[in-house]
């Protein structure tokens, strides 16, 4: 809470000097000083109205990977942006480096926190795992890219990142099918989507590096990369929650996804030929389903979910509770802490007290299994309250 209010601070002084900033610039008709000093300001709001979101998923236990990775993320991305106002060559780089790098630390960044916080998830911990890795491995290559070209070997800098960028676009076909289901998980077949994008991978660095451009090289890497596309969306839509008739719309989608992916590759095999327009119609067409159908589902999904409660909210608002007198026997609000009863003043003591886990402090509410859902721990079973007679 300390934290929020410090960086709320920082966004409103920040907003008072880029507009006391842009005021004197227009006034004065100053030169690029001024408007650095606008553009730093500016930024620095932006950069902490971002943090506000990150910092209050670091009071989260669940959410606290992907807050502190936010972090870090948007004061590396201020940096950055500081120095390409104030035109820094930082650790010697040009302003083109510095762009390129806030470029590659957007693409990179943002998906890596969004995997570290669906790192708390059992079902997709492996998945965020790899893909926070790749991630890093896909920034490190872009970023190896940009030294090599100072020493105006072109050819390897550009090779050197588009490997980093095919890695990064097969990464996510891998973590998507790399997501399962729980523990009685038995689709094995999604590894056979992890293999199909590594196996990509490969192809495509191979005739990037030996810089060669076969038909037969570019019918393999299609064919890898739609079985690995359609085994990951398979694998998604499986775990969507459906009732009914909505099943239809999961197979109707997987089904759109096969077709749009054999069309694509009867595309590449009959390039320039007369069958080339019918494919190109017919894969078209199959992946707009695909896509509208995946909007469906997470829209199906989402109406589907079972209500969650979230006691963290309502118990910060909860200041009475519903009770009978145990003397008077009259139903009545009484405030927590200590009130007396409104009819006969007997005195009443009300304490209410969140089920936790012992070990890890994750709240216990509605618990359907004698575990901790957050560490595993073994909760003890709680003793009731006594019920009191009335007159008692």
Request: proline share 4%; glycine share 10%.
């Amino acid at each position: 809470m300390e934290l929020r209010r410090i960086l709320l601070r920082v966004l409103l002084a920040a907003l008072a000097l880029a507009a006391l900033a842009g005021v004197v610039g227009v006034v004065t008709a100053a030169g690029n000083t001024i408007w650095r000093i606008v553009g730093t300001a500016s930024a620095t709001a932006g950069a902490v109205a971002i943090l506000l979101p990150f910092s209050s998923m670091m009071d989260k236990h669940k959410w606290r990977a992907g807050g502190l990775g936010g972090m870090v993320w948007t004061v590396v991305c201020y940096v950055l942006v500081i120095g390409l106002i104030w035109d820094f060559e930082l650790l010697g780089w040009h302003w083109e480096a510095t762009a390129w790098t806030l470029v590659a630390w957007t693409l990179c960044g943002l998906p890596a926190i969004l995997l570290l916080t669906l790192s708390a998830i059992p079902e997709t911990r492996l998945a965020a795992r790899a893909g926070v890795f790749l991630a890093t491995a896909t920034f490190g290559l872009l970023m190896l890219s940009l030294p090599v070209s100072f020493l105006s070997d072109w050819s390897t800098s550009n090779k050197m990142w588009v490997s980093g960028s095919v890695l990064g676009g097969l990464a996510i076909l891998a973590v998507a099918n790399l997501v399962h289901g729980g523990t009685n998980d038995r689709r094995w077949w999604r590894w056979v989507g992890v293999a199909a994008a590594c196996a990509a991978y490969i192809v495509a660095v191979t005739g990037i590096w030996q810089e060669t451009d076969s038909y037969v090289g570019r019918q393999i890497l299609t064919l890898l990369v739609s079985l690995s596309g359609v085994l990951a969306l398979t694998n998604l839509a499986m775990l969507a929650p459906l009732a009914g008739q909505q099943h239809l719309v999961r197979w109707g989608t997987i089904a759109a996804a096969a077709v749009c992916a054999g069309a694509i590759n009867m595309l590449i095999a009959t390039e320039h030929s007369p069958d080339e327009d019918l494919w190109g119609r017919l894969a078209t067409g199959s992946g707009i389903v695909a896509g509208c159908g995946s909007l469906a589902l997470l829209v199906l999904a989402r109406i589907n979910r079972r209500f969650e409660y979230r006691p963290e909210e309502g118990s910060m608002l909860m200041t009475d509770i519903g009770l009978t007198c145990p003397r008077c026997n009259k139903s009545q609000k009484i405030a927590l802490g200590g009130a007396a009863c409104r009819t006969c003043g007997l005195r009443i003591e009300v304490a209410i007290e969140d089920p936790r886990c012992p070990k890890c402090g994750y709240l216990l509410y509605m618990l359907q299994s004698p575990c901790c859902p957050e560490c595993g721990t073994v909760i003890a079973a709680q003793p009731q309250a006594p019920t009191v007679e009335p007159g008692r």
